[in-house]
């Protein structure tokens, strides 16, 4: 049997058709490529079955075809067999390597029936193609190289050569392509990992598979390979800085931003977060002082900073990201604190005050003080000063320290206790000061004597004094304290009327309380002066003396004392008058004298008894006896009158005297102006006025020469010895205590008389003789003179010591020059 192998070219070279001829039952084969046109011819049919063209149709010649679609039909006019419809190899025959198409070719008269076979051939018409155009792989970054990541193949559906051949990868550093071919003979290709992965570089890699057939011109079909690097922790956090610096002010409050620190973790997610915290083992205080915040690495003040704690911190800031395995990086922060003027300057006292004494010498060091501030340089430079004025001053001895010493002289009398102010101020701006008081005592030094209430004291005593009473007080005060302070009277020893002046008097020495030791007798002292001295206790003492000018007052003690007529020749005196006396004829004159003085010195006559009460009369204070009428023969030629002398002291002091007054004839009447004066009282009295005016002239101007004689002595003195006066007229005071002048002036009523009296104490009794002579017409007024030179001071203490009641004053009008013994009259 022979087989007819027509190979039909695809332009349809029919001279390549081979025709076996066989049998009618022989087969005919045509072979054509897949894909044809309509129309083309697959072979000459009519010829290859060894008919005549007319045949065909003469015949009837029809294809069956087996298959439900009919691809070809025969032209019946040439005998071809043409293809109809497009032929997909892939669709009829799909993978199986020989694809034949049976046709029945059908004849009638005579009904042959032929078998036809037509072979499609494969073409190159597909290529290979993905069932999914990308594929996503993720792999770990750690993945060791080597890895195999099978991809899913590509399918072409052309065989034989045309089918899928080989896969192709683009190219890249990390993969490279494995193919393997499994049992049933697919191709299978798997990345091979050829390089360490790493996210932190590249997260994701593109690759391009591409699948190639075996065609010619080969098809091919691509695929993405998209492989996503899967994060693994294997990145630390890491800080921008390794060292971060910052400072702030001491007085930051809190919450202060101080820095931000940041770290970065290059992994991804969780691996990537960083958590901040203080490293480990980081002391308690900075965890009081600052904290983190674990998100933003906001580093905050919690406390409260002080320059004068820490100068300087140092945190160490850990970071960590959030992975199950976390990494950690640190840093340290360094934080310097700024100083601010936030101390005020202290004041120390490096030794308490030394109390100082009052003499102390200028720079006496009371006191040492130190000054300082916990702040730093500039803030801490102290300036000290005292805040006022005060005799004390700063004297800086070295850095900061500071001596209080005297600047003045001190007074403790003035004022014993200084607070110093001391005031210490920083250079800081605003500069802070502090203050703190220094009390400094001032000792007491004996440099005040005691001072006496008055400059002198004046005292009166009456004679007759109890002895022991109580005559005054001196005081005296210290303005110093303590011992220097405590004041001893005593009385410096001197003579009064040749005793000593102690045996008169006593001082208690603590009150200065003077007490006289036995009672004076004013007929015998009239005056005296003691010298008191106050004597502080202080080491040395200091003292200071006082005059005390004792004045005896009078009492009237004395009984008028009858001097003329004498009673010496007993008790009644016998005096004679001429029978022929007128009226007024002076008979006798009684004459009696008081020791005492003033008022109980004031002598009055009081004729008491008469034998003639008409014939005689007394006058009240002359003591005349005078006729108040003439003699008359029937008068007794002996009259005797009883005369009665008083004082007008208190008690009365009284006496009486007996004249006998004989009336004899013969007797010649000796001086008639008497009668004149009965006649004209008031004449006589105008007189006696006029001749006491020119004696009380006389002695003012004597007063008046003698005072101008002292002060003119005085003034030459002076120039050697410029208290000569008042201490001449003391010593011969004292010298001559009996030497006196008196000047007696009634000032009792109208003015009678002034007495002046002179000379020795003792010798009174003589001056009274002398003046008192009972001829005087005009011993109304007698004037003595001084017998020798008296002091005219004594005459002042003694008229002032006669007018206990200061009725009169004595004036000076003749020195301007301060003279003491002026100062002196006037106490
Ligand atoms: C002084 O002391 C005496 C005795 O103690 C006393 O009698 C007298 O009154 C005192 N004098 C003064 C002034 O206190
Ligand atoms: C007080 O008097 C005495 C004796 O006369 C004398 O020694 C002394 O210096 C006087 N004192 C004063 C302070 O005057």
Not at 139 to 148: M, Q, W
Not at 280 to 293: G, K, L
Not at 400 to 415: F, G, H, M, P, Q
Not at 451 to 458: M, N, R, V
Request: net charge negative; proline share 4%.
């Amino acid at each position: 049997m022979g087989i007819v192998r027509i190979h039909i070219l695809p332009k349809g070279a029919f001279w390549l058709v081979f025709l076996l001829w066989n049998t009618i039952e022989a087969q005919i084969r045509y072979t054509i490529p897949e894909e044809l046109k309509e129309g083309s011819i697959v072979g000459n049919i009519a010829k290859d079955l060894g008919l005549e063209a007319f045949e065909m149709s003469v015949r009837k010649l029809r294809i069956a075809s087996e298959a439900d679609k009919q691809y070809f039909s025969v032209d019946l006019g040439k005998g071809e067999l043409v293809v109809t419809e497009r032929i997909d190899r892939e669709s009829l025959c799909g993978q199986s390597a020989s694809c034949l198409l049976p046709l029945q070719v059908v004849i009638e008269d005579p009904l042959q029936l032929y078998r036809v076979e037509v072979e499609v051939q494969d073409i190159n018409d597909n290529g290979p193609v993905f069932l999914s155009t990308e594929r996503v792989l993720n792999i770990a970054e750690s993945t060791a190289t080597g890895a195999r990541f099978p991809l899913t193949g590509a399918k072409d559906p052309d065989v034989g050569s045309n089918s899928l051949s080989s896969y192709k990868l683009n190219q890249n550093d990390l993969f490279v392509l494995n193919v393997k071919t499994s049992r049933d003979g697919t191709k299978i290709p798997e990345l091979v990992l050829q390089k360490a992965l790493d996210r932190e570089k590249q997260a994701v890699h593109q690759l391009v598979l591409t699948a190639l057939d075996g065609g010619s011109p080969a098809r091919s079909g691509t695929t993405d390979v998209t492989v996503q690097v899967v994060d693994i922790n294997d990145n630390a956090p890491i800080f921008e800085k390794s060292l971060y610096e910052s400072s702030l002010r001491e007085n930051s409050p809190e919450s202060t931003v101080v820095i931000i620190v940041k770290a970065a973790d290059a992994d991804d997610g969780a691996n990537g977060v960083v958590q901040y915290s203080f490293a480990e083992q980081t002391p308690d205080f900075i965890h009081e002082m600052f904290s983190i915040d674990s998100e933003t690495g906001q580093i905050t003040v919690t406390g409260s900073l002080d320059y004068e704690e820490s100068h300087t911190y140092e945190l160490n800031i850990r970071a960590t990201d959030k992975a199950v395995a976390s990494l950690e990086g640190h840093c340290s922060v360094q934080i310097d604190v700024l100083d601010v003027n936030d101390n005020a300057p202290e004041i120390v006292l490096t030794s308490l005050p030394n109390p100082v004494k009052e003499d102390a010498p200028l720079g006496t060091v009371v006191a040492l003080i130190g000054a300082k501030d916990l702040d730093s340089v500039g803030n801490g430079k102290v300036r000290v000063s005292l805040l006022g004025t005060y005799p004390f001053k700063l004297k800086t001895s070295f850095a900061d320290n500071y001596a209080i010493v005297t600047d003045s002289k001190l007074d403790r009398e003035e004022l014993s206790e200084y607070k110093l102010k001391i005031i210490a101020s920083d250079s800081g701006s605003p500069p802070l000061t502090s203050q703190k008081d220094v009390i400094v005592r001032v000792l007491d030094v004996n440099d005040n004597p005691p001072i006496f209430s008055q400059l002198s004291y004046t005292v009166y005593v009456r004679e007759n004094n109890a002895a022991g009473s109580i005559m005054c007080s001196v005081s005296a005060t210290d303005p110093d304290i303590g011992e220097n302070a405590k004041i001893s009277y005593s009385i410096l020893d001197c003579t009064v009327q040749d005793v000593s002046v102690s045996s008169y008097i006593y001082i208690n020495s603590d009150n200065g309380s003077i007490y006289s030791m036995h009672s004076f007798d004013y007929e015998t002292l009239k005056v005296f002066q003691i010298q008191v001295q106050a004597k502080d206790h202080g080491s040395p003492s200091l003292s200071s003396n006082t005059t005390v000018h004792v004045f005896i007052l009078d009492q009237n003690d004395n009984v008028p004392a009858v001097i003329y007529p004498s009673a010496v020749m007993g008790s009644v005196s016998h005096q004679k008058m001429p029978r022929s006396a007128k009226a007024g004829h002076l008979a006798t004159k009684v004459s009696a004298v008081d020791a005492d003085s003033g008022h109980n010195a004031l002598i009055s006559y009081r004729l008491t008894e008469a034998t003639d009460s008409s014939l005689f009369s007394v006058s009240l204070y002359t003591g005349e006896v005078r006729t108040k009428r003439a003699v008359s023969e029937q008068d007794d030629s002996s009259q005797r009158l009883l005369i009665e002398i008083k004082d007008n002291g208190d008690p009365v002091q009284s006496t009486t005297v007996t004249v006998n007054i004989l009336l004899e004839d013969g007797l010649q009447e000796p001086i008639s102006e008497y009668r004149q004066k009965t006649a004209e009282p008031s004449r006589r009295n105008s007189k006696i006025t006029f001749y006491l005016i020119i004696s009380l002239a006389s002695v003012s101007v004597l007063s008046l020469l003698t005072f101008v004689i002292l002060v003119v002595k005085c003034v030459r003195n002076s120039r050697s010895s410029s208290s000569c006066c008042i201490r001449r007229a003391d010593s011969d005071g004292y010298k001559n205590p009996n030497r006196n002048l008196q000047i007696q002036l009634n000032t009792d009523g109208p003015i009678k008389y002034v007495e002046v009296l002179g000379g020795d104490m003792l010798s009174q009794s003589q001056s009274f003789r002398s003046y008192l002579s009972p001829m005087s017409e005009f011993s109304d007024f007698t004037l003595v003179k001084p017998s020798s030179t008296t002091d005219f001071k004594e005459i002042i203490n003694v008229i002032d010591a006669s007018l206990p009641d200061s009725t009169w004053t004595f004036e000076s009008q003749q020195t301007n020059s301060p003279d003491p013994t002026h100062s002196g009259l006037d106490d």
